[in-house]
Antibody
Framework: QVHLVQSGAEVKKPGTSVKLSCKASGYTFSNYALHWVRQAPGQRFEWMGWSNIGDDNTRYSQDFQGRITISRDTSANTAYMELNSLRSEDMAVYYC?????????????WGQGTLVAVSS | SYVLTQPPSVAVAPGKTARITCGGDNIGSKSVHWYHQKPGQAPVLVIFYDSDRPSGIPERFSGSNSGNTATLTISRVEAGDEADYHCQVWDSSSGHWVFGGGTKLTVL
């Protein structure tokens, strides 16, 4: 079955960067899009960006443009999300989520989430 | 940007019916998707395209969408249904995926 396994929790200082990973299994990695979504404490889910794994086309939310890079390694079935210039407001749980087959609209599987703490 | 509004909490007794709403401007013209999330766990898709259920989701879960409100209905509520429920749409005008604020379902 489909699994998305994310890397472990991170503690970062303001102004630094974090790079998270999301390893996929149970399906053909290059056939699906992979999104990144975060949830800050007490806040709603916030879509950050996505990668169309097959052609490496990426698109980012304007709220993160210039600070985010999504990449993938198809040989390792792994996607990555790097966020730069971290600030306290970036403290959140970050999720990867698979774009549903045949639909741009929703996510059919999610990773378990990675907690990123930002503190001086 | 498009905004989705959910009640913060809904409480229902076991065996009764829970209805969780998701409001948005003319949301009936969009497709609404629902996820549940239990503490410390990954979100799980429970309804897609307003009323379709993924395999493995009980028939007790249903959805509807019309006008300015989409509704997730959970019939014969069980203790295991206690979770946060989030609605989501794809906003074609912005090209963004948008979520509601989430509703905590409490089973009394």
């Amino acid at each position: 079955q489909v699994h998305l396994v994310q890397s472990g929790a991170e503690v970062k200082k303001p102004g630094t960067s974090v790079k998270l990973s999301c390893k996929a299994s149970g399906y053909t990695f290059s056939n699906y899009a992979l999104h990144w979504v975060r949830q800050a404490p007490g806040q709603r889910f916030e879509w950050m960006g996505w990668s169309n794994i097959g052609d490496d086309n990426t698109r980012y939310s304007q709220d993160f443009q210039g600070r985010i890079t999504i990449s993938r390694d198809t040989s390792a079935n792994t996607a990555y999300m790097e966020l730069n210039s971290l600030r306290s407001e970036d403290m959140a749980v970050y999720y990867c989520a698979r774009g549903a087959a045949g639909s741009i609209q929703y996510f059919d599987y999610w990773g378990q989430g990675t907690l990123v703490a930002v503190s001086s | 940007s498009y905004v989705l509004t959910q009640p913060p909490s809904v409480a229902v007794a076991p065996g009764k019916t829970a209805r969780i709403t998701c409001g948005g401007d003319n949301i009936g013209s969009k497709s609404v998707h629902w996820y549940h999330q239990k503490p410390g766990q990954a979100p799980v898709l429970v309804i897609f395209y307003d009323s379709d259920r993924p395999s493995g989701i009980p028939e007790r879960f249903s959805g509807s969408n019309s006008g300015n409100t989409a509704t997730l209905t959970i019939s014969r509520v069980e203790a295991g249904d206690e979770a946060d429920y989030h609605c989501q749409v794809w906003d074609s005008s912005s090209g963004h995926w948008v979520f509601g604020g989430g509703t905590k379902l409490t089973v009394l």
